[in-house]
Every structure is written in C-alpha cells, then in structure tokens.
C-alpha cells in the first residue's frame, strides 16, 4: 500500500519550523531528508525514522516496525501531532545521521 500525499503534506507542515527538510517519492513511498541526509520515511501512512541512539533515547518506547518486506527495521514515530516533538526530533539525530555517499560520475 502506498502512501498518500496529504500525509506526506502533513508531515512536511509538522515539520515547517525546520530548514532543509525534502523528500523524494519511491516505489509509491517518501523518503524525508533533512539538511541532505536520510533521517527516515513515511511508508503505509507511517512516519518510520532511522533507529539511531539518539533517536531511542529521545523516544524510549517507541516500536520498531519494518517499512516494507525486506527492510531494517526501523522506529515508529506515534507523537506526530506534536511540531515541537517532530522538530526535536529530527534536531537531535542529524549528528549520528550518516552523510550522503557520493554520486557516482556516469
């Protein structure tokens, strides 16, 4: 099932206070970049963030949840209604987030 562009819309609005935030559709789902790194996506109408410490920590009781068959598991983000939680968030991971790789030259 994928996901549909109010959620999306959604999401990025929670989120507005932030700079650098972007996506990029695939396979029917969003993957959710800020400041040019991965922190997660929103799949099946689910915002699924990357289970860095730093994200456990910040939410302790969050479930791990797949984003598709095949996947890593990954963090269930269940406090979407709050901007200040969303926005903390995301402020806390980006240092543990790992750095885009490089384009490849074709």
């Known amino acids: 099932m994928a996901s549909n562009k109010e959620y999306l819309e959604y999401i990025l609005g ?11 559709t695939m396979m029917g789902e969003f993957i959710l970049y800020y400041r040019g790194k991965i922190v997660g996506g929103i799949y099946d109408d689910r915002l699924l963030v990357k289970p860095v ?19 890593k598991e990954m963090l269930l983000v269940e406090e979407v209604d ?8 995301f402020h806390v991971m980006y240092d543990e987030l790992p750095a885009p790789k490089p384009k490849k030259k074709r």
Do not use: N, V
């Not at 929670?14 to 990029?24: A, D, G, N, P, V």
């Not at 730093?54 to 068959?69: H, N, R, V």
């Not at 709050?82 to 968030?89: A, C, V």
């Open 14 to 24: 929670q989120l507005s206070e932030l700079e650098e935030i972007t996506y990029r």
């Open 53 to 71: 410490k730093s994200a456990i920590s910040y939410m302790p009781t969050a479930s791990y949840e797949l984003p598709y068959d095949g996947a």
């Open 82 to 89: 709050s901007k200040e939680f969303l926005t903390g968030l």
